[in-house]
C-alpha cells in the first residue's frame, strides 16, 4: 500500500433475527436493534476462523448489537476491544425501522420498490436521504483513516455502509453494491482523497 495508507476490512454482520410485523425489533437511537439468529452467530465463528490469525491494528463495531455479537468471536482470537464508530451504522429507515423494511421489501411494496428503482432512501417516509447518508459515512471513514496511518483496520458494519463506502470509492450509483452477504468481506485502501476498493462480498470462509 502506499506509505501512510490505511486498509479497512470491512465485514458485514452475520445474519439477525427474523422480521415480523407482531414483534418488531428494538430501537437504539431510532435504529432496529436485531440480535443475531443461529446463522448469524455460526458466520460471526466462521470470520474468527478466518481472520483470527492475522494482524489488525484496531477492531470497531457500531452501536447496533448484531455488529458487537458478529465481532466477539473476531475480538476474542486478535486480542481487541471492540472501539465504537457511530457514523458507520446502518441508513436511518424512519418510519420503516423495526424490521418493517425488511418486510415491506418482501412484500413487493410500491415504495420499496420505488426505493431500489429510483435509488434514493429518503422514497421512503422519514428515510435519512442519499446525501445525509453519504456524508455520515464519509466521515466515519475519514476519521478512521485519520486515526490509523499505515495500519489495517477490522470494522463490523452494515450492508447500506458497506454500499456507500463502495459508491463513494468508485463513483458509482448509490445502490450499486447494495446486498454484500451476511458475513462477507470486503476491503478499502484509503489514502489521503483516494479510496481504493480491493475486494467487495468476499465469502470463502462461509462457502461450506
Known sequence: MPEGA???VLIRHGESRAAREDSPFPLVD?????????EGQLQAKRIADRFGGQHFDALYVTPLRRTAETAAPLAQRLGLTPRLRPELREIHLGDWEGGLFRIRTAQGHPLAVRCRAEQRWEVIPGAESNDAFAARVRAGVERLAADHPGE???VVTH???IAQVFALASGSTPFAFLGADNGSVSQV???GPQWTPRRFNDVAHLED
Open 6 to 8: 490505511t486498509e479497512l
Open 30 to 38: 431510532g435504529h432496529a436493534d436485531p440480535e443475531l439468529a443461529e
Open 152 to 154: 489495517r483496520v477490522a
Open 159 to 161: 450492508a447500506g455502509v
Open 189 to 191: 485502501v484509503v489514502h
